[in-house]
Structures are given as structure tokens and as C-alpha cells.
């Protein structure tokens, strides 16, 4: 059997996929949150108001108790405020503050360049 395998490409993607999480990381201490709080906050602006701690224990793929700590202290440092659900009282709903959204679109748009750069690696390793 002689299957096509591009490992290079594979290696150069996997590269950049570290390189724009440093840069992530990086950008995240410069706007003054941690990786992990930017990481919280992108994932709850990401599902649009609609975030609950269950879904970000699904997305970021971490224990349930890692999570509820970083929403509390994302929500100690005036990023994420919670919202309990008008249908289910044992759900509630979490949404970046004023804070937590400037703080969140510093990074996004710093990382701009790197997103567009990594699409199209991306892009390019599935031709």
C-alpha cells in the first residue's frame, strides 16, 4: 500500500500552530489577562452570549473545577459576569463585561495577521 503523506507540511503547520499560540500567549500578558482568561473570554464571546461553564468544559477541554476557577477569576478581574437562565434556574449564562470585551478584541485584532497567515496553511495542507 503506498499512501501519500505530506509530512512536511504537516511538521510547517504544526510549527505554526505553536508559534501563533505563543503569540497568543504573549499578546494575552501584554493586553494584561492571562492565556487562559483570553482563551475563556473568546470562547464565551464566540457562542455568542450563550456560554455556559459545561459548554467551556467541553471547547477547552478541561476539568469541570479547572474551569468554574478560571471563570471565577475572570469574573474577580471584571471580564465575565454571569447570568442565571430565565428557563433552567440551575444554569447559568456567562458574558464578557465592557472589560472583558476590549480586553478580548486587543488580542483578537493583534492577531490578525497570524489568523490570516494560518488559514491559509491550513487551506494549503488540504489541497
Do not use: W
Not at 35 to 64: D, F, N, W
Request: proline share 2%; no cysteine; glycine share 8%.
Amino acid at each position: 500500500m503506498s499512501e501519500q503523506r505530506d509530512y512536511a507540511a504537516a511538521a510547517a503547520f504544526r510549527a505554526e500552530l505553536r508559534r501563533f499560540s505563543r503569540r497568543s500567549e504573549e499578546l494575552a500578558r501584554a493586553a494584561g489577562i492571562t492565556p487562559r482568561q483570553y482563551l475563556v473570554l473568546l470562547m464565551i464571546a464566540g457562542e455568542g452570549g450563550a456560554s455556559t461553564v459545561s459548554g467551556l468544559v467541553s471547547k477547552l477541554q478541561l476539568t469541570q473545577s479547572a474551569v468554574t476557577e478560571l471563570v471565577q477569576r475572570a469574573e474577580e478581574a471584571g471580564l465575565v459576569a454571569r447570568r442565571p437562565s430565565e428557563s433552567d434556574g440551575r444554569v447559568v449564562h456567562l458574558r464578557l463585561t465592557e472589560l472583558g470585551e476590549e480586553k478580548l478584541a486587543a488580542v483578537y485584532d493583534a492577531l490578525g495577521p497570524e489568523r490570516i497567515h494560518l488559514r491559509n496553511m491550513f487551506f494549503e495542507l488540504h489541497e
